[in-house]
């Protein structure tokens, strides 16, 4: 039977195969979330309407960085770290450009050599082409699926550029970013957003000549967190110097994250966290449904080039614009 007739099965099928832990079909339930298919995205739902009470009992981490800050070796070293453990490893990925530029988990998936094989562990890279909202509902779906399946700890990258860095920052319990030693050229880079939203900064690469470079680093993003108010009462955001090729730091930065999560479980923030991400998450896929229809809506499609136009040649102002768009669509009734 050929791939593409595959999706015969019923979504109790995808159900029965995610819970017993078989990793070709969990790979096929997650391509059946990412598919476009109006029938398999109703499939995707019912199947995940059937894995919600397995799902929510991981630890889910984001993981960003700048170019160059060895993400994929520091998840290479800090996944197979966590299995030797015991824990179960589902590193998932965000990134909308991977159809563009190749991606950084699609290329970073070979360079992770010891968990790509590890029987504890389940990389999947970001579907290829999506839009940051498609990728970041496969996603978000997808954590749901591997925590069903058994793993306890989800680690969700970001190429770690724009609007993806807040889009995975909203589905995970932790955000930890990654940075390179060096002066404070890099300060100078970084966004105040980024700090904003970052539960802890590793700077990376700190080994040989390099070591002492990275405390210095590691003391100046200390000395720049000390002015931005903490986004959780109960957490102060540590700055630590790993270093992925030896082994160094992976223990500490694990312990952090553990005290991190109890702390915010009594506090009931982690709870409250995922409660508001839901409901945000909600309104966002309401947005892109209605805004999806209001351009493909046979009343309003013929319309977009001329007013598209009309604003762009300063005929028209965009809330006009906006006003006819949506008495098209039957939403009008506010103004002209």
Not at 16 to 34: C, H, N, P, Q, Y
Not at 126 to 136: Q, R
């Amino acid at each position: 039977m050929g791939e593409n007739r595959k999706p015969s099965l019923t979504a109790e099928d995808h159900v029965a195969g995610v819970i017993s832990g078989d990793r070709a079909k969990l790979a096929r339930a997650i391509t059946l979330i990412e598919s476009r298919n109006a029938a398999h995205q109703a499939m995707a739902q019912d199947m995940l309407m059937g894995l919600l009470p397995r799902t929510g009992n991981s630890l889910r981490i984001g993981i960003s960085g700048l170019p160059g800050a060895g993400k994929s070796t520091f998840v290479d070293a800090f996944g197979t770290m966590l299995t030797s453990r015991g824990h179960k490893v589902a590193v998932l990925a965000v990134d909308p450009t991977s159809s563009r530029t190749g991606g950084s988990i699609l290329g970073d998936k070979t360079r992770m050599a010891r968990l790509a094989v590890d029987p504890n562990a389940f990389i999947r890279p970001s579907p290829t082409g999506g839009t940051l909202g498609g990728v970041a509902r496969a996603t978000r779906e997808a954590i749901l699926v591997c925590e069903a399946a058994g793993f306890d700890v989800v680690l969700v990258e970001t190429v770690g550029v724009g609007q993806s860095e807040i889009t995975v920052a909203e589905m995970v319990d932790f955000f930890l970013v990654l940075m390179i030693a060096g002066g404070g050229d890099e300060l100078q880079g970084i966004k105040k957003g980024v700090l904003e939203i970052a539960d802890m900064i590793a700077v990376t690469k700190a080994d040989g000549d390099n070591a002492h470079r990275a405390e210095i680093t590691a003391a100046d993003y200390r000395h720049a967190l000390r002015i931005i108010t903490p986004a959780s009462p109960t957490w102060t955001p540590p700055v630590v110097t790993i270093s992925a090729l030896q082994n160094k730091g992976l223990d500490d930065l694990w312990d952090k994250i553990v005290q991190h999560r109890r702390a915010t479980t009594v506090s009931g923030e982690r709870d409250d966290k995922r409660r508001s991400q839901q409901i945000r998450w909600m309104w966002a896929l309401v947005e892109d449904r209605i805004v999806s229809r209001l351009k493909t809506h046979p009343a309003t499609k013929a319309m977009i080039p001329a007013l598209e136009r009309d604003i762009g040649a300063g005929k028209l102002t965009p809330v006009v614009a906006m006003e006819r768009l949506l008495a098209a669509f039957g939403m009008g009734g506010e103004g002209k």
